[in-house]
């Protein structure tokens, strides 16, 4: 046995953290900090006082131990826009904010509608080694919303896709959300819909209310989002098969999911960290870093999403994170691209607007950003709470870290809506299948 | 007062007074046989102009010349923005060539804000896509005081618009000129009203300082000007509205409509009017309309704000 080697397998010491384990289990009955002991890529033990001969140590005093977090909704950019991310970039962004898996967004050049492209943006992150890249495939050709793209060939790819989304645009042909959602059944896929009703949106730029109406920018209505939501719900139950609704942003739209689960239909829903934290009053002076799609609601939207997310109507958190080069938003309002970057300041907005408010507890956050994702993406191997015999993804998280303003980090692109915001917490470590991807807040 | 006159918003009280008054006391170098000041002499005012509009960029060329600047003016069409240069680096282009102000004329909302950004000078704004058109409102403040206070010159310092009763008529949704309006005459203690059909409104129009109406005859009899904006053709096919004659109908001002006007009421228009659409050519060209004045007047705004953001205190060889 070597150095912090046990029987052949890297081991690590994580010395002292508050665990978020299964209520259920041995380890739920934790009433203070623990040791956790990881080797082979496992939790090998968990309780206080542990000591393991030869292992590395991490002191984890006054840091939380998360199971790593799993994001819904990553636009990594690769193949074809390079200049704004990568998934070398994208996936070290991710792990610093703690993630360990992201599923990647198929709105690339090419389109990810087919099992090559979809195999190699897998390849790509199994190669770049950060966190599990897990693609998603587009619904239809090319995003055209026009015909089906092969679902089942990229489903038996190497890939393993179960959700697809054409996220960017939404599927808005009625018909063929019904038959996407139906024939996903059968490899027990999931439709993740970008919400929006292209006629009521033409030309929108901003949230349809007191702001665009002042700015005189042209308005996305509420509504737009929440019939297609309301349409989609009826399908699902229609044909009984999985919908995800991507990036919910109106109090309306979390009314129409609570009454939609109300009824025992498969619906499922994600709200983005910017949602829960920002409204349409910062685009007052045009800068388009605030521009994003659906766009910046209103602080009564804010203060539903946050329910909704505490209450558990609204499942998740994913980032829609949307890489884009400095260009694309130094320009005017209308010209510049919608999007902002979000893995590295998730966990540290959620905080600020979740935990740091009462309305979730840190059990919530893992549920909320580890393991209802996985789940929702049919994801195997992550957003498990931690447990002896468990794989050894983990984020180790530091809430009282003080408020320091957001900087820039490993994204290739700058279009944060954070940036110079000061937000609370840390991520200290983050650890995928074993392996720190993430030590005292940097690269490993 | 601010570096910059991007909103109607940005001026108080004090501020828009400050620019009508010393409109006035420009306006009298109209009748002397030579009508330039020396005041910006060495000064550079750039006109960038994104958007064809004649109009508004010889009103701001003659203001600016008439002040002594330099003017240079910049139109997209031909040069290097036509090739797809970004606002940003047509603003440093003219940050290394010095300009003191850049009067800008954009079809994006909003644009003014972006220059402002990246050169030094002042910026003025001549109107950004749909959202504002200060000076557009200032002149016509202007042309509302002259007429229905009879006031001008030293006469008219420090007056306001209280109580003076303007509605405003059209595509408001689309109208930059509609929204500085709204927001200065208000400020100078003007009741505005808006009347348009229901689709050319802004949804939260409620939250503006002004009252509403979709019924432009039962405004007219309490109007002391009506403002008629300009309707695009191509707002029917987006449904706006079902035709241009049906909105000519229930929104244009013709004969029968301005004799319900009270005695004193005038009619304006930013102009380029749409004749026989929102205003008959009758009205346009009757006694009661302000056209012609809005332009001259135009120019004489136009060098009160020019003057006064480019840092003059007195006028000399006006005051004298």
């Known amino acids: 046995m070597t150095a912090d080697h046990i029987n052949g397998q890297a081991a690590w010491l994580i010395r002292g953290a508050t665990v978020i384990a299964d209520p259920a289990a041995g380890e739920g009955r934790l009433t203070g900090p623990a040791d956790i002991i990881v080797s082979g890529g496992s939790i090998v033990a968990i309780g206080p006082g542990l000591s393991a001969a030869g292992a590395r140590v991490i002191d984890a005093d006054g840091l939380i131990a998360l199971p790593g977090l799993v994001d819904m909704h990553t636009h990594l950019r690769e193949p074809g826009r390079e200049d704004a991310e990568t998934v070398e970039t994208g996936t070290a962004a991710a792990a610093l904010g703690g993630y360990t898996a992201v599923h990647a967004m198929a709105n690339t050049e090419p389109v990810a509608d087919t099992a090559g492209v979809v195999e190699q943006v897998w390849r790509l992150g199994r190669v770049a080694g950060h966190c599990d890249v897990q693609p998603v495939g587009a619904v239809t050709m090319g995003l055209a919303g026009i015909s089906l793209a092969e679902l089942g060939t990229m489903a038996d790819s190497a890939a393993r896709v179960r959700m697809f989304s054409d996220d960017g645009r939404c599927v808005s042909d009625p018909l063929l959300m019904r038959r996407a959602l139906e024939y996903v059944k059968a490899f027990d896929g999931v439709i993740a819909q970008h919400a929006q009703d292209p006629r009521l949106t033409e030309g929108a730029q901003l949230n349809e209310g007191e702001m665009s109406g002042r700015l005189g920018l042209a308005g996305w209505p509420a509504v737009a989002e929440e019939a297609v939501i309301a349409r989609d719900c009826l399908l699902a139950a229609h044909v009984d098969s999985a919908l995800h609704v991507c990036h919910v942003s109106t109090a309306g739209s979390v009314e129409i999911i609570r009454w939609a689960k109300s009824k025992g239909w498969p619906v ?176 490993a | 007062m601010k570096r910059h006159l991007i909103s109607a918003a940005d001026l108080s009280r004090a501020d828009a007074l400050l620019i009508l008054d010393t409109a006035e006391e420009l306006a009298s170098l109209a009748d002397r046989p030579i009508k330039k000041l020396p005041t910006l002499r060495g000064r550079t005012v750039v006109n960038l102009f994104f958007e064809d509009s004649t109009r508004t960029r010889i009103s701001f060329e003659a203001a600016a010349k008439r002040l002594s600047a330099d003017v240079i003016n910049f139109s997209a069409k031909g040069s290097s923005v036509a090739k797809g240069e970004s606002l940003k680096d047509t603003a ?90 709204v927001l200065l005459l208000s400020t100078l203690g003007a009741e505005v009203t808006l009347a348009a059909p229901p689709t050319l409104l802004p949804l939260a129009v409620g939250s503006w300082p002004c009252a509403v109406s979709y019924d432009l005859d039962n405004e007219l009899p309490k109007s002391d000007v009506v403002m008629m904006l300009r309707v695009q053709q191509e707002r029917m096919t987006a449904a706006y509205f079902p035709s241009i004659r049906e909105y000519s109908r229930r929104y244009g001002l013709d004969v029968a409509r301005m004799a319900r006007l009270p005695e004193h009421a005038i009619v304006m228009h930013p102009g380029p009017m749409n004749r026989g659409v929102e205003i008959a050519a009758e009205v346009a060209d009757s006694a009661r309309s302000t056209i012609v004045e809005q332009v001259a007047n135009g120019v004489t705004t136009r060098m009160a704000v020019l003057y006064l953001l480019l840092g003059g205190t007195e006028f000399p060889e006006v005051t004298q």
Not at chain 2, 142 to 170: H, W
């Open chain 2, 92 to 181: 440093l282009t003219l940050e290394a060539m010095g300009a003191d102000a850049v009067v800008i004329r954009h079809g994006a909302s909003g644009a003014p804000h972006r220059l402002a950004g990246w050169v030094q000078g002042s910026v003025v704004n001549a109107g950004d896509g749909t959202h504002e058109h200060p000076t557009q409102a200032l002149l016509d403040a202007f042309t509302i005081r002259r007429r229905l206070k009879g006031l001008s010159g030293a006469a008219a310092r420090g007056e306001g618009l209280d109580g003076i009763r303007v509605t405003i008529v059209g595509d408001v949704l689309h109208s930059r000129v509609a929204r500085s309006n």
């Open chain 1, 268 to 443: 499922t829903a994600e709200v983005t960290p910017h949602h829960l934290l920002l409204t349409d009053e910062l685009a007052v002076n045009y800068d388009p870093v605030f521009k994003v799609n659906p766009p910046l609601r209103t602080a009564a939207d804010v203060a539903a999403l946050r329910r909704a997310l505490a209450d558990g109507t609204i499942d998740c958190v994913a980032t829609d994170h949307a890489p884009h080069p400095v260009e694309a938003k130094e320009t005017e309002w209308s010209e510049a691209a919608f999007g902002m970057i979000g893995l590295e300041t998730a966990l540290r907005v959620v905080q600020q607007a979740m935990v740091d408010t009462g309305l979730l507890d840190w059990a919530g956050v893992a549920d909320r950003m580890s393991v209802r994702p996985a789940r929702i993406g049919r994801l195997t191997g992550h957003g498990a709470l931690p447990a002896v015999g468990g794989p050894a993804n983990l984020t180790l998280y530091d809430p009282a870290a003080p408020a320091e303003p957001v900087g820039y980090g490993a994204s290739k692109s700058r279009n944060t809506p954070f940036a110079g915001m000061e937000l609370p917490g840390r991520v200290v470590a983050t650890m995928l299948r074993g392996s720190p991807t993430v030590l005292d807040g940097k690269l």
